[in-house]
């Protein structure tokens, strides 16, 4: 059971965003405090019934929160939380879900448009104030989505969405899923994960926007890379695990497929002896994909309805992960 409202006490433990000052403007009264740190969160957790965080997790807070009782991610991908200690300690989990929908949808949108329309390069030539001449060389000129095709891998509210804006872009879009008899809304053709390997020849765009489980760790891997044609590029917006990471950097670096939009990277921040920070094809954004103004707000309103829900002694949760 969650503390009444006078008694509750809900940590914000995030590096950047302002939950606090969003929260306080809701005048709820409640008792809250922020952690920009690990440190900072290790010094708070003791005292809090409610945690919201993404990054800052760690599975060993538990140990030292006796009084923590939900902890609702603000990121929609819960991978970083070990299911059984929090269930062991007695905490419910909820998946901010939703949250970053749309700002993740038109970012993977915004990669393949990038990649299509030659913007790195645009940009890289602006640098150095040089005005790039027209293009002969297909490799080399700038293209439309029209008539292109995309395999969308993972078709939840992210992957479903992205799945619409390539429709509304004139694109061809094969949705992949779990259970594909659930279908997308969208898609052209929806199959399974096992089916990937064999439908990757016809990807123009393998975009990746499905959770890192035991089902889609490595999915794309040495197989499904080399059945890509080598005008085809991976946009991934999921996580970087989701792609056999050394396979990929093969792929790209043996012209085997034309390139990539990588928002995810095995590990974060990107190493900085990677051989993707150099390679032209590839475009690298920093996690950054869910970025949105309306973050705050979004979570804020998911840990109230979570937090009302425990109140009134309900048991399942908005977006419950445990
Ligand atoms: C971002 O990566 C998220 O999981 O929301």
Same mark, same amino acid.
């Given at each position: 059971m969650l503390p009444p409202r006078d008694r509750l006490t809900i940590c914000f433990a995030h590096v950047a965003y302002r939950f606090a000052e969003r929260f306080a403007l809701? $005048? *709820? $009264?409640i008792v809250h405090v922020e952690a920009r740190s690990r440190a900072e969160l290790d010094a708070a957790? @003791? $005292?809090?019934d409610v945690l919201v965080c993404s990054?800052?997790?760690? %599975?060993?807070l538990p140990a030292i929160a006796?009084? !923590?009782?939900l902890v609702q991610s603000c990121? @929609?991908? *819960? +991978?970083?939380?070990d299911r059984d200690v929090l269930r062991q300690a007695g905490i419910r989990l909820a998946s901010g879900?939703?949250?970053?929908a749309n700002a993740v949808s038109e970012h993977a949108i915004a990669q393949i448009l990038a990649l299509l329309r030659r913007l790195p390069e645009a940009r890289d030539n602006q640098a150095k104030r040089h005005w790039r001449g027209m293009m002969g060389d297909f490799a080399r000129r700038e293209d439309e989505a029209g008539g292109k095709t995309a395999i969308v891998v993972g078709t939840g509210r992210i992957g479903g969405r992205i799945a619409r804006l390539c429709k509304a872009l004139g694109m061809r879009v094969i949705g992949v899923r779990?259970?594909?008899?659930? &279908?997308?809304?969208?898609?052209?053709e929806v199959h399974g994960f096992r089916d990937l390997p064999r439908l990757a020849?016809?990807?123009?765009f393998l975009v990746l926007a499905c959770p890192l489980t035991d089902e889609t760790r %490595? !999915?794309?891997d040495a197989a499904v890379l080399a059945a890509m044609k080598p005008t085809a590029r991976v946009v991934n917006v999921?996580?970087?695990?989701?792609? +056999?990471e050394p396979a990929l950097v093969a792929a790209l670096r043996e012209g085997r497929i034309g390139g990539a939009a990588l928002?995810?990277?095995?590990?974060?921040? !990107?190493?900085? +002896?990677?051989?993707l920070w150099d390679m032209p094809q590839v475009l690298i954004t920093p /996690?950054?994909? &869910?970025?949105? /103004?309306s973050y705050e707000d979004n979570v804020l309103d998911m840990m109230m309805e979570n937090i009302e829900r425990l109140w009134r002694g309900e048991t399942g949760l908005f977006n419950q992960i445990v």
């Open positions: 809701r $005048g *709820t $009264g957790i @003791a $005292g809090a990054g800052l997790w760690r %599975n060993d006796p009084r !923590l009782r990121s @929609a991908g *819960t +991978d970083q939380y879900q939703g949250c970053n779990r259970d594909p008899t659930q &279908g997308v809304d969208g898609a052209d020849p016809r990807a123009d %490595n !999915l794309v999921a996580r970087g695990r989701v792609v +056999d928002d995810v990277t095995a590990d974060e921040p !990107l190493p900085q +002896d990677s051989p /996690h950054t994909a &869910g970025e949105t /103004h």
